[in-house]
């Protein structure tokens, strides 16, 4: 066990994403960029560690209006134990009908593309929202691990799992243990693979997407910089929140 078996497990993941999945991940991008393109949304969804893509997708540095973000402080934590802790996380995430709550406050459309992240892919958070998602008509992608799916079956009453909900399947090529790393005499391992994975998912999906709407000739308007870029003016990153502001009023 060492950082080297880490990356020595690590990075062929990060390539497998790269041979298996850019079928999906473009197919995927072709449908953000039409929603974008229309004036509408790529919602983004996850619960528990699943929401650090959603958070790394928008608002980021390198990333643009119209990617949209649905989060709920309830299905993170901001504590270990108690209020906000991450048992009463994973009580919530595993409870069906909390997700439909959620989504009153949220105005999905036909149009619309849902992308939902879930390694397991089998808590009731990801399983709602993406069938939700299908219900409203939209094109909803999925962010999980194949080879979970394969091992275990749903516990939703839908007797479905994310991958199977989903329109367009993205696989995070993570174990369904997620961790890599072997500790010696212990059946357990550490150093989890899926958020490497999906934050990579995610960054690629972006890429491919900007160039979907640079090929529609939707070219971003203003995009989300560091202030370390002298070339861009300082009220720009003012301005794509103005943007962003309108935008969720369109909603």
């Known amino acids: 066990m060492s950082a080297n078996e880490y990356f020595e497990k690590a990075l062929p993941i990060l390539a497998k994403i790269q041979t298996t999945q850019m079928d999906a991940i473009q197919r995927a ?49 901001f504590n270990i134990v108690g209020p906000g802790g991450a048992r009463e996380l994973l009580w919530i995430e595993r409870t069906e009908g909390y997700v439909r709550q959620v989504l009153l406050s949220h105005n999905l459309d036909p149009r619309d593309t849902l992308i939902v992240y879930s390694h397991g892919g089998m808590n009731a958070s990801p399983v709602e929202m993406a069938l939700a998602g299908k219900e409203k008509g939209l094109t909803v992608v999925g962010v999980t691990s194949v080879a979970n799916r394969q091992r275990n079956q749903p516990t939703h009453s839908s007797g479905k799992g994310l991958a199977d909900a989903a329109d367009i399947v993205i696989d995070n090529c993570c174990p369904p243990e997620d961790a890599l790393v072997d500790v010696a005499n212990r059946p357990e391992k550490v150093s989890a693979s899926s958020t490497l994975a999906a934050v990579t998912i ?35 990153n003012l301005d794509v929140f103005r943007d962003y502001a309108r935008f969720e009023k369109g909603l």
């Open 29 to 77: 991008a072709k449908a953000c960029a039409a929603s974008i393109a229309a004036g509408r949304a790529a919602h983004v969804f996850g619960s528990g560690h699943s929401v650090i893509p959603v958070m790394d997708i928008f608002p980021r540095y390198g990333a643009y209006v119209g990617f949209h973000p649905i989060m709920d402080p309830r299905t993170m934590w």
């Open 202 to 236: 995610t960054m690629a999906l972006l890429a491919e997407t900007t160039k979907e709407l640079v090929a529609m000739g939707k070219t971003p308007e203003r995009i989300f910089v560091s202030p370390n870029i002298a070339e861009v003016p300082l009220e720009n």
